[in-house]
């Protein structure tokens, strides 16, 4: 109840009377309900919640008591006549909610005032709790095993996808209950690409291969990316990897709770800028994660936000040479007071296999 509360202490804030959440990871992170379908309407005093049969049980079960619970398949009749009982005015929905769900909303509603509240929750998932920390520990246990696993099975005329299915089936044995999104796994010429589709192109002698992949452990996700090299390596690969390696690590030195969003970026930028290689460091930094794997805080350029104790985000210079290869390499950080602590752990240095 705990992060209900949170938000109901937001909706007073904001003089909101109401608030419809309708994103089901957000409901998650509120009630521990996880399902196809559900919705919940916060008001400053009390709570209810929304899902068809097929999840009552389910919802019943963990559901805590001063939730009220409706099985409907109805919902927005239901806030209709909660909203009418009890003359709410002011009420707040998720500008993310598909237009004819809108449209249906506003007419239904047609006597309150609607307000559009973006990241009224997602503002409260940006930092994370010790629970959490842990559990997005243990996924990045499972990533950093795989990689150690993978480095035992990768093989020169392997295909991109061979790879990606090794590290998508051994995170499953691990424990994962799915990945954070579809392994990148970049072979050659196709690493240049930093979000290149795992084909069957087979590995060669002087690739570099990329492999940037996560697993989800408990609803919470791990995001890391790892460059090794077949066979051997160029002078300007070495070289490149021991920059984007310092540029990672420069990141690692630097972050703290306090510090601007733009310097976490600039502290990487830098290197890579003064080496000569900036244009080719073509995205940000990285980004928050957490129940999603791109959620709060995003690294946007003029950005005036500043991290803050509590947050994981990831830390992933690379660099895009169209036509040759590239490389990056990712870690996931837990921003603290005066430091971060790094959850994962495979080696980062040149890796020649
Ligand atoms: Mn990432």
Request: charged letters at 25%; one cysteine or more; hydrophobic letters at 40%.
């Amino acid at each position: 109840m705990k992060r209900l509360e949170q938000l109901q202490a937001v909706l007073v804030a904001r003089d909101l009377d109401g608030f419809l959440v309708n994103n089901l990871t957000n409901i998650y992170y509120l009630t521990g309900f996880s399902g196809s379908n559900a919705t919940i309407f916060v008001e400053p005093d009390a709570v209810t919640f929304f899902t068809d049969s097929r999840y009552t049980l389910a919802a019943k079960d963990i559901l805590h008591p001063v939730i009220r619970f409706i099985e409907t398949r109805l919902e927005l009749a239901e806030v209709e006549n909660l909203v009418r009982d009890r003359g709410l005015k002011r009420i707040g929905f998720e500008p993310t909610v598909p237009y004819h769900y809108y449209q249906e909303l506003a007419n239904r509603l047609s006597a309150q005032e609607l307000v559009a509240e973006a990241n009224l929750v997602e503002d409260l998932r940006i930092i994370k709790d010790e629970f959490e920390i842990a559990v997005i520990q243990e996924a990045c246990k499972i990533s950093d095993q795989a990689f150690m696993d993978a480095l035992e099975f990768i093989k020169l005329g392997q295909t991109e996808l061979e790879i990606a299915n090794f590290l998508d089936f051994r995170m499953r044995e691990l424990g994962a209950s799915g990945l954070s999104f579809d392994s990148i796994v970049a072979s050659g010429p196709n690493s240049a690409m930093p979000h290149a589709h795992p084909g069957q192109r087979q590995l060669q002698s002087g690739d570099s291969l990329t492999l940037d992949f996560g697993c989800v452990f408990n609803h919470y996700v791990s995001d890391m990316t790892r460059t090794i090299y077949l066979d051997h390596v160029s002078d300007e690969q070495a070289a490149l990897h021991q920059l984007v390696l310092d540029a990672n690590q420069a990141v690692i030195d630097q972050a703290q709770a306090g510090m601007l969003l733009t310097d976490f970026d600039q502290a990487a930028r830098s290197l890579i800028d003064q080496a000569g290689y900036g244009p080719a460091f073509s995205h940000s930094i990285g980004h928050g994660m957490g129940l999603e794997v791109h959620e709060e805080p995003f690294f946007r350029a003029g950005s005036e936000a500043r991290l803050q104790s509590g947050m994981v985000v990831t830390d992933e210079p690379g660099i895009y040479l169209d036509g040759k290869y590239g490389l990056r390499i990712e870690d996931d950080l837990w921003i603290k007071e005066g430091g971060c602590q790094v959850l994962t752990k495979a080696p980062k240095e040149l890796i020649i296999i």
